[in-house]
């Protein structure tokens, strides 16, 4: 049985549900935690009773613990240091969302990635949902056709306080990788343009722009919408936005709440006058856990099948490249292609 030394790196709130998935395995084992504060790295560990070493340097952790594998549960800004260092150790790791904080260091790390032989996988715990699963299975099979406009809208006003509300882009950077990921999971599809406008509605309790409208191209000219806001007060959507995908022969439909559905148009000897569709319900059939534990889960077995994770860094960034294409768009005012992404 492989087993994984882990190093968990960063212990602020965030990484209660990364150390309590740890604890699960009966192939792991925690050997260090590391902070730039250690009293934080040493009351994590007590809180826990966990026995290991306790570090503010990521590099002396995974030396001296023997760590084979890195948990970083770190601010964005510290992703890109977090990585290189666990990569050029011959470290997998496993971080949270974003991967980094520009395209340009992003790609650098996929490429450290793939020239070490490691593995580096991002955490998109709203792919692993149910509903959203049989969202992805009733498209592929439902019969809706060949996918032509695919819409999503996200509308809540939550009240965090705190970092969200003085940054710049809340909306954009801190949530929307969310839907923008879940709409290359349930298509399939990458988009290559982007046209955004970002904007902060009357009323809003955010510094920085806390919604957006943003129109994705895909090669074969469909299009993906995004709508959203941060400071939306009033009949709120799911945290998992509200989905309409159009296809060339019916449409799928997902609240975000309640199980999808879809509608197709019958074959024309089964038409009437008072019916033309056939409503098809979703399959709730998916076996996995949710959240975190059901992405933990995949990345995992990835490692011990030896193949790439479903959230692997060299597919997560055209996720991200959706985030900075965004941003880049609204910030110059033109379409931009994901592929000349200068941010």
Known sequence: MKRFRIAVIGCGGMSKAWIEYALEREDSQIVAMVDIRKEAAEAMAERYGISCGIYDDVSQAITDSGANLVFDVTIPESHAAVTTTALELDCDIFGEKPMTTSMQEARRLVALAEQRGRTYAVMQNRRYLSQIRAFRDLIDNAGIGRIGFVNAD???????????????????????????????????????????????????????????????????????????????????????????????SGTAIWDGATP????????????????????????????????????????????????????????????????????????????????????
């Open 154 to 248: 996200f509308f809540l006003g939550p009240h965090f306080g705190g970092f969200r509300d003085a940054m710049e882009s809340p909306l954009l950077l801190d949530m929307a990788i969310h839907t923008f990921d879940q709409a290359r999971l349930i298509t399939g599809k990458d988009p290559v343009s982007v046209y955004c406008h970002e904007f902060n509605p009357a009323g809003s309790w955010y510094a920085g722009n806390a919604a957006a409208v943003c129109i994705f191209e895909y090669s074969d000219g469909g299009v993906f919408c995004y709508r959203g806001s941060w400071c939306a007060e009033g009949s709120p959507t799911s945290w998992e936005a509200e989905w309409r995908v159009n296809g060339s």
């Open 260 to 343: 999808p559905f879809a509608e197709v148009i019958l074959p024309p000897e089964e038409q009437s006058d008072k019916r033309r569709f056939r409503r098809v319900e979703a399959n709730l059939d998916w076996s996995g856990r949710s959240g975190h534990k059901g992405c933990l889960d995949e990345m995992f077995a990835a490692l011990v099948e030896g193949r790439k994770p479903e959230t692997f860094c060299a597919d997560n960034i055209k996720s991200m490249a959706m985030v900075y294409g965004a941003l880049q768009s609204a910030k110059e005012g033109r379409k931009i292609h994901l592929a000349d992404i200068t941010l």
